[in-house]
């Protein structure tokens, strides 16, 4: 589920508790968690509601200024059930956390370079990681499709393999491309040597 920053901003303060989407399928799970630019969102329920069930109350809840505008987003795909979601504010993403770690001892650098290792090792293609490193190091903020481009792969499964690396706290995503996370930068530094 996708959420505008402003709206993300008020889950965050606890004035938005509620979602609305129409889906085919349900695009949620009650007692699962989603990760947001800012931090992770909990899912408290999912149900399927009628339009003319929906209130002006859970309109303002779920952001909008009026029930009014929320149907009318909500008609702009008119196949599937439209679904309320109730959800609040977890916790911050603890990747932030993660990546801010930069004074890595020597096993949690030796940890690190294992996963990235067994990373290449299960990859069906040659070995990855320190390439992507290196690349995001050497150009930071571009676009992912013409990073993709440079290592001859498809944008998508580019942007999957990245998000492996940011699991780790070693990237970090921009509003254009991507950067080192100050962990990234020190197990690159390690990956280099003397």
């Known amino acids: 589920m996708l959420f505008p920053n402003a709206v993300l901003e008020r889950i965050v303060a606890g004035e938005v508790d ?7 399928r349900p695009g949620a799970v009650a007692g699962r968690t989603q990760r947001t630019a800012a931090g992770v969102i909990a899912i408290d329920s999912v149900e399927v509601v009628r339009l003319r069930d929906i209130t002006a109350t859970e309109a303002r ?9 929320l149907l009318e987003f909500l008609r702009k795909k008119p196949e599937g059930r ?5 959800l609040h504010y977890a916790s911050a993403d ?24 067994e990373m290449d090792r ?3 293609r040659e070995p990855w990681t320190r390439r992507y490193l ?6 930071p903020a571009e676009l992912a499709l013409d990073l993709a481009r440079s290592v001859g792969r498809e944008r998508l499964p580019f942007k999957a393999d990245v998000r492996r690396l ?8 921009l509003r254009i491309g991507y950067q080192l996370s100050p962990r990234g930068r020190a197990v690159l530094e390690h990956l280099r040597g003397p």
Do not use: C, M, P
């Open 18 to 24: 509620l979602a609305f989407r129409r889906w085919r």
């Open 61 to 69: 809840r779920a952001g909008w200024s009026t029930r009014t505008e």
């Open 82 to 86: 439209i679904y309320r979601i109730g």
């Open 94 to 117: 603890a990747r932030v956390r993660l990546r801010e770690q930069a004074g890595l001892s020597a096993n949690e650098l030796t940890d690190i370079v294992h996963t990235l290792s």
């Open 122 to 124: 299960k990859s069906r």
């Open 134 to 139: 290196e690349l995001i190091d050497a150009r």
């Open 166 to 173: 940011k699991e780790l706290g070693l990237t970090e995503s």
